[in-house]
């Protein structure tokens, strides 16, 4: 009995590694910019390419920042969660049409509805850089003060929602 | 996530090399190997053809044109993506056990191989030999290599 009593606790150690370990996702990485000043920036807008959209415009608001592309499936499929939020109006979001074209841009927010305040254009995907984006949906919650305080990597599902992203705009919308 | 940049990669062609300035190319491929494409998470960024690759090769090229020390291009990225850009993760608390790691499984298995050796030295004892036994075995010896 006593010899099996070594691998078997190895035996156990390693699956308690692996079933940690496989749940994992690992396309979700943690943003090192969480609890930092969001990056600036001043970009032309979507639907007006006359005006600037600016980061300092936002100041003073909870605001959500969506990063998606009229050419990503995951944009779609967190699209209604985007428009419920729009319609309850408890958090302007702001989107950011990430390396897109802007007529393909347009075209798809007229299909399938506008969930944003305004959108900007970030063609060439620096913004996005700035923001540590690596894969389209990606979401912040971005405070007052200009704080990004939580990160979204991936569509928003419903649970997402009422569990994390709206409890913790209620709690910065009351600071 | 993979999935979304599908559509770039469906279009992704040779990583192309702007050869205007060979030495701020060799700079520029000298750290793209360090670094690690975040969509495609097992390339480098001298490997990977996704869009985001592409961008960041860009910012690195010009950051390399105005003059950023490694050090700074490196940091550059690192707060924006985490210490997961980088394929040789620093020397940090949260890394200690990926660095030790694998020096203490040797360790472990060192040890336990010098203990598994000695206790079977302990079974193999010496065969005292009764002296018919002696015989047997001159007598075996004399005969030589003769098999009938």
């Known amino acids: 009995m006593n010899r099996f009593l070594i691998p078997f606790g190895l035996f156990i150690v390693v699956v308690g590694f692996l079933a940690v370990g496989l749940t994992l996702n690992p396309r979700e990485l943690p943003s090192p910019l969480v609890g930092k000043a969001a990056p600036e920036f001043s970009l032309q807008q979507l639907h007006d390419p006359e005006k600037v959209i600016s980061s300092n415009d936002l100041k003073g608001k909870v605001w959500l920042l969506n990063f998606w592309a009229s050419w990503c499936g995951g944009c779609k499929e967190e699209h209604p969660v985007l428009i419920r939020i729009a319609q309850s109006g408890e958090v302007p979001i702001y989107g950011m049409d990430y390396k897109d074209q802007r007529s393909e841009a347009l075209a798809w927010l007229k299909e399938w509805g506008n969930p944003y305040q305004i959108v900007a254009v970030d063609e060439p995907g620096r913004v996005g850089i700035n923001y540590g984006v690596y894969g389209v949906p990606e979401t912040y919650v971005i405070d007052k003060a200009g704080v990004i305080r939580y990160k979204q990597i991936g569509p928003i599902r419903e649970d997402i929602l009422e569990k994390k992203i709206l409890p913790l705009v209620r709690e910065l919308q009351k600071q | ?148």
């Open chain 2, 1 to 148: 996530m993979f999935i979304l940049f599908l559509p770039g990669l469906a279009m992704a062609y040779e990583a192309q090399p702007l050869a205007t300035n060979p030495q701020a190319e060799a700079r520029l491929k000298a750290l793209a190997v360090e670094l690690r494409c975040l969509v495609c998470q097992n390339q480098t960024l001298a490997d990977s053809n996704a869009p985001l690759a592409e961008d960041l090769r860009r910012e690195v090229r010009e950051m390399i044109a105005k003059d950023m020390s490694d050090k700074e291009i490196i940091d550059f990225l690192v707060t924006r993506y985490g210490d997961f850009v980088l394929y040789r993760p620093p020397w940090k608390l949260t890394t200690t056990l990926l660095w030790l790691g694998p020096f203490l499984l040797l360790g472990v298995g060192a040890t336990g191989l010098v203990f598994a050796l000695r206790r079977r030295q302990k079974k193999v004892t010496d065969v005292t030999l009764s002296e018919a036994e002696h015989t047997r075995v001159a007598k075996l010896l004399s005969e030589g290599v003769h098999r009938p």
